[in-house]
């Protein structure tokens, strides 16, 4: 079978997740990527390989937008069975692939209220947590693959503290300090040092200068550099080739994140070797145990309209209680006990085993009456005039930016 993957292609979570279903698919069938624009890595050594094309510039302005034609000329080209999209918030796509009749997927990561019963488009969802699993009881094709990562990467991770006489413990910030929590992650640990710790450090790993991220807490930036100045914190800001080389730096993780769709971050920081301090909310809580780590409470719940499942706020006093209790801990027992429990739980090459066989056996659903009501959602959201004309008429947008490109070109 060939399937194609619809997705972003550069350092962030939702690119490591497809590649990790290329992993779990290219044992049994031809795999595809076509890289949306988002973050665009063409010409990157380090993100090129053969089964990769790199869509043409998309003219709607959406995140997740492709080019139509391109699309369609990509799935005949390459004689598309079955395509997985990835956080695919645009979409015409899935309705074309729809009209096609070419098969489709999703994992589940994020969506609106609205847009749960537009799920019906897809032939088969993948659930990776119970959270997910749970929100769509009712559809028809639902399969339940456990998250995890890739455990053997090499060397097996040491147990060993990072450095001799401290404890370090590790944040990594990615794009988003805000919903990795890096804000919650400074109150706490400046809280955990007024309380006595010693022999401790904490290290940030973040892909953008956290002293110019604009903080929703304006104090944030001046505790910041207040640890800093007393040499308590140190801060990594650049991308690795291998997003993993990250937990390097650390012994335990501290990941009071407000929002997840997977818990990514928790597979693979006990991979390598480091237990997880989270929050005790849905989807953490259904990952980490005493074995693996420790749970915080929330001061807050909260609902977005970015999202059917909610944002939290975790508690910074409960965080830096646990800064305090793992500080004084067996640091060494604690990281073996982590790296097993990865290996026991979040193999991503065992639990995901069944994922190509489920993919190829999945029937084509009837979908008339979901192609009808996501095409009206769509219609729905066309509210500018650049939007309206964008979809309307792509030709024209196209003409119209090329002519532009090459008026500057000649002055």
């Given at each position: 079978m060939n399937v194609g993957i619809v997705t972003a292609w550069c350092a962030r979570g939702a690119a490591y997740v497809s590649k990790q279903y290329v992993q779990a698919l290219d044992r049994e069938h031809k795999v595809f990527i076509y890289a949306r624009g988002e973050g665009t890595t063409a010409g990157d050594p380090l993100w090129q390989s053969p089964i990769v094309t790199y869509g043409a510039e998309p003219v709607y302005p959406d995140a997740t937008s492709v080019?139509?034609?391109?699309?369609?000329?990509?799935?005949?080209?390459?004689?598309?069975d079955l395509v997985v999209f990835n956080e695919q918030w645009w979409w015409e796509p899935v309705i074309l692939c729809a009209r096609r009749k070419v098969r489709t997927a999703a994992y589940l990561v994020e969506y609106r209220e609205q847009e749960i019963?537009?799920?019906?488009?897809y032939d088969v969802l993948i659930a990776h947590s119970r959270q997910h699993r749970d929100t769509f009881p009712k559809h028809r094709n639902l399969c339940f693959i456990p998250w995890g990562t890739a455990i053997d990467l090499g060397a097996e991770p040491s147990s060993r503290p990072v450095r001799d006489g401290?404890?370090?413990?590790?944040?990594?910030?990615?794009?988003?300090?805000?919903?990795?929590?890096?804000?919650?992650?400074?109150a706490a640990y400046s809280k955990a040092i007024e309380h006595g710790i010693e022999n401790t450090k904490l290290v940030?790993?973040?892909?953008?200068?956290?002293?110019?991220?604009?903080?929703?807490?304006p104090r944030t930036a001046g505790l910041l550099k207040d640890l800093l100045g007393r040499d308590r914190v140190e801060v990594i800001e650049h991308s690795f080739v291998n997003p993993r080389e990250v937990y390097a730096f650390g012994d335990i993780c501290l990941y009071p994140a407000r929002f997840d769709g997977m818990g990514l971050t928790i597979a693979e920081a006990n991979a390598c070797a480091l237990p997880v301090i989270t929050a005790d909310h849905a989807p953490w809580n259904e990952f980490v145990t005493p074995e693996n780590g420790s749970l915080i409470g929330c001061t807050r719940v909260y609902k977005t309209e970015r999202s059917f499942h909610p944002f939290v706020e975790p508690d910074a006093d409960a965080l830096a209680e646990e800064i305090i209790r793992w500080s004084t801990r067996d640091?060494?027992?604690a990281k073996k006990a982590a790296r097993e429990y990865a290996r026991r739980h979040f193999d991503w090459e065992a639990n995901a085993a069944p994922l190509g066989g489920l993919l190829e056996n999945a029937p084509l659903l009837e979908k008339a009456a979901a192609i009808r009501a996501t095409a009206e959602y769509e219609r729905g959201r066309r509210r500018t005039?650049?939007?309206?004309?964008?979809f309307n008429l792509p030709s024209v947008v196209k003409t119209a930016r090329r002519g532009y490109r090459l008026a500057v070109g000649r002055s």
């Open positions: 080019d139509l034609d391109d699309f369609d000329g990509w799935l005949t080209a390459n004689r598309i019963p537009l799920f019906e488009l401290q404890v370090v413990f590790l944040n990594s910030a990615g794009m988003n300090p805000d919903r990795k929590g890096t804000d919650v992650v400074l940030i790993h973040s892909q953008r200068p956290l002293l110019e991220y604009g903080w929703r807490d640091v060494a027992a005039v650049r939007e309206k004309i964008s």
